[in-house]
């Protein structure tokens, strides 16, 4: 029987110094295995769903560092910084649900996948573990600079491993400046044996952070489509992975077409289009039970989920006699629409400002795809976008600072300022659209449409305009949504 | 009966508009696909196809009477659409107690959620049509695919002005 750990609110231990490598854990919540709730007898709406996936557990953050103290000595190009992640050690090789071969290899796995993410994301040159010596135990809070020295890296990633009496992991992660032999920022763990990989994203977006003075962004998951079949029949089902592609689970079986979805901002929902009653329909469908509802009840179809930064909302568009408004709804269900547009034509889509105050959306009311802000309220109305680009899909930077969009002149990925200025193109496929921000606001992730063909992909691009990449799914892929970093 | 006079009117006009107009697919799609979902498409093996049937329908309005076709963008039924919509209404009216569905339909070259309201707006255009020479609202269902199922398969002005769409289907 499917088991899954029940939900307790996270523990998170600030304010430690960084010298304590302390690893006192305040008494925890047992994440006791319970068994599934008995899930109530299939609706017609949830026959599209396969079985329920389990909720990824807590992480607890059991030391930290004291904010950004001392400098870095690198002062070149960031695409220069060679880093070294050797095999994370462990205080002793033991059994653990996370590793077949033990807490040895599972250290060796943490270090690959820190360096793939390092390494993907184009800013570094790390160098991983399985061409690098394993430091012992002691020596990750007391590196062997000399050993390290030799080897040309300017930064010394390292890290433990510890199996712990409850089945949970500790995991430890150093920075270290090679040429000031001194330690930049260390933080550590307790985690779940199924979410070990969490921790390793955590240590990335540390070392990231560290380095670029950017928030991290590692630690997050993408909801998507995955679509399989010929041109005029594709399959496309509900998928999620972790930002790197791990973790992959498809939520529908393919029975009914899924489009468009969103993470919740707690990542406990995910919200979508299907046609599982025949009619295209939002639903918010509940990661922990595995059931889905209609957001509202209408006759109407209903395109283009988005929910409010805080969670609380949910915008969607109507269409009700083939003309199409924005409406708000409260996301805990049952509660009355509120219509924010009334323009004649198709307003669409939508994307709150990182402080929910204001949303840009897509409206032809000019007679073509264009992008207009209004407050959170639907008052206040006014056009962004102008010049030769037409805009579609706009989406909100995480940090307030950018809107990306589609450019349906060309279909491009561009991004600009949200009063519409400085408009600039960042992507050339034959067809790219729907962009989605790192929860950094740092990268774009789009999909791109093959000619003739009609092959998707997902791929992610800086906003600077490079670092251009595909990302690995199973199989073909369309509508990403990058969410917030895990709570 | 109105419907039948203007269908036969505008029937001469028709040839001359389709060798101009936005349209003019070579090679005509293929019969419109039903949602997996829902009933099941009726089978030349099953008893049913008599009035009612997507099969009837088919043969009685003739399979290019079921579609009508967009410019890049647009929803406006002109003048070949009128005539095609005649046809079907003409069949609707014979038998008044058919329900049946309009699906819109777009082309590749536009984004997902865009095409799916654009795809609602040409289904209602082509259900205002019909409703405006008399058969009943009621009576009509609409449904939007966007562009997730084309007819035509190709990435070319030809294969976009096919998949540019709305198609009429009997779903009993």
Known sequence: MRTRPVRTRPVRIRSMRTSDMKTTIIAFAALLAAPAMAQTAPQNSSRDLGA???EGGEVETVEESQGLTGSVSFEGNLDDLGIAIPAFATDRDGPTPANSQGTAALGTELARVITSDLRNNGLFKPTGPDSLPRPTYPEITAPNFATWSNRGAEMLVQGYVRARGDGRLTIGCYLYD????SELVREGWVVPPADWRRAAHK????VYSRLTGESPFFDSRIAYIAETGPKDNRTKRLAI???????????????????TPR????????TYLSYVDGNPRIYVYDIGTGTQTLITQSANPTFAPRWSPDGRWILYSMAVGGNTDIYRVSANGGGRSEKLTDAPGIDIGGSYSPDGSRIVFESDRSGVQQCYVMNADGSNQRRIS???ARCATPEWSPRGDQIAFTNTSNFNVSVMSPGGGNVRQLTSGWQDEAPTWS????IVQFFRTERNTGSTSLWQVDLTGENLRELPTPVDASDPAWGPILP | MTTRKIAFA????????AACSKKAPEQLPPAPQQEGTTTPTPTATAPNNGPGTQQHFLQTVGQANTVIYFGLDQYNVDAEDQRILQTQAQYFSQYPNVTFTIEGHADERGTREYNLALGERRANAAKNYLVSVGIPANRIRTISYGKERPVAMGSNEQAWAQNRRAATVVIN
């Open chain 1, 52 to 54: 329920p996936i389990p």
């Open chain 1, 178 to 181: 090679m040429q000031l032999r």
């Open chain 1, 203 to 206: 240590c990335a977006d540390l």
């Open chain 1, 241 to 259: 992975m972790d930002s790197d592609g791990a973790n992959h689970r498809f939520i529908t079986t393919g029975q009914s077409t899924a489009l």
């Open chain 1, 263 to 270: 993470y919740s901002p707690d990542y406990r929902k995910l």
């Open chain 1, 386 to 388: 102008f010049g030769s």
């Open chain 1, 439 to 442: 929860p950094n606001g740092r």
């Open chain 2, 10 to 17: 505008l029937a001469t006009g028709t040839l001359a508009l």
